[in-house]
């Protein structure tokens, strides 16, 4: 059996696949796909996909059917994880946590990141191919404006952060005592937040820092 998942490792999509895969003991081999070249993807997708993560599983190729699908992690829970990341018994409330951790949530931390990401990609070329991904989206000057409104943000996102915390205050993971899929998206985020040191989780979110561990360290 082979296995790979294509990624970015600071990508807040990408770290949920691999935490997953790495707390079943699957082993499976990461495959960088720059930012700004997404040939490989569109190659492996036969021009059906470009975003990251893609995981291939022998001769089957999964990525994202819909912006908000879980595609991928729904194919490593029935094939990994014998339904223990999508439990029946949090049906519908599972979703819609991590409907809010990969949107509403992601939409602040990643602009805690960014500006950060693209200042550290030399090659001048690159950088601006990646800068101009974003203003596609949100606007000319959006990665400077990010980096000067970042204290603003960071308030508004730790806000956000303070609803895990709640329900950390009463067990060791989300849902219960073991990680579900929701326990490895927010993980994703905390990674993407934190990659390289650029952003750091405050003394008031010790409690998330513990967590964090827990989930990094788990094993099935
Ligand atoms: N809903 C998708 C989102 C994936 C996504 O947004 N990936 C980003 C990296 S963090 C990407 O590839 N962006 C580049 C692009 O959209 O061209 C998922 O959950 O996998």
């Known amino acids: 059996m082979s296995i790979q998942v294509y990624e970015m490792a600071h990508s807040p999509y990408c770290i949920p696949i691999t935490q997953a895969l790495t707390a079943f003991g699957i082993d499976f081999d990461r495959v960088s796909v720059p930012n700004w070249d997404r040939g490989e993807v569109i190659r492996l ?3 059906a996909y470009y975003q990251v993560p893609v995981l291939r599983h022998d001769e089957k190729v999964v990525y994202e059917t819909s912006s908000n699908s879980l595609d991928i992690a729904r194919y490593v829970d029935l094939n990994f ?5 999508f439990p029946r ?4 409330i599972h979703e819609i946590a991590i409907d809010f ?6 939409l602040l931390t990643f602009k805690l990141v960014d500006p ?3 200042d550290s990609i030399d090659n001048i070329e690159n950088r601006i191919q990646v800068i101009r991904h974003k203003e596609r989206r949100f606007g000319r000057g959006c990665v400077d404006e990010w980096k000067n409104s970042k204290p ?7 806000e956000l952060l303070t609803r895990f915390q709640a329900a950390l205050m009463t067990k060791p993971f989300l849902f219960g005592e073991t990680p579900i899929y929701a326990d490895f998206a927010l993980y994703g985020i905390i990674g993407n ?3 390289q040191g650029w952003n750091e989780l405050g003394e008031a ?3 998330l820092k513990d967590w964090a561990k827990r989930v990094e360290n788990y094993r099935f």
């Open 45 to 47: 997708t036969q021009g």
């Open 81 to 85: 994880a014998e339904g223990r990341l």
């Open 89 to 92: 018994e949090y049906a519908g």
């Open 101 to 106: 951790i990969e949107n509403d949530l992601e």
């Open 116 to 118: 950060s990401y693209c």
């Open 152 to 158: 603003l943000i960071r308030a508004k996102a730790d």
């Open 193 to 195: 937040m934190t990659y």
């Open 205 to 207: 979110q010790s409690d």
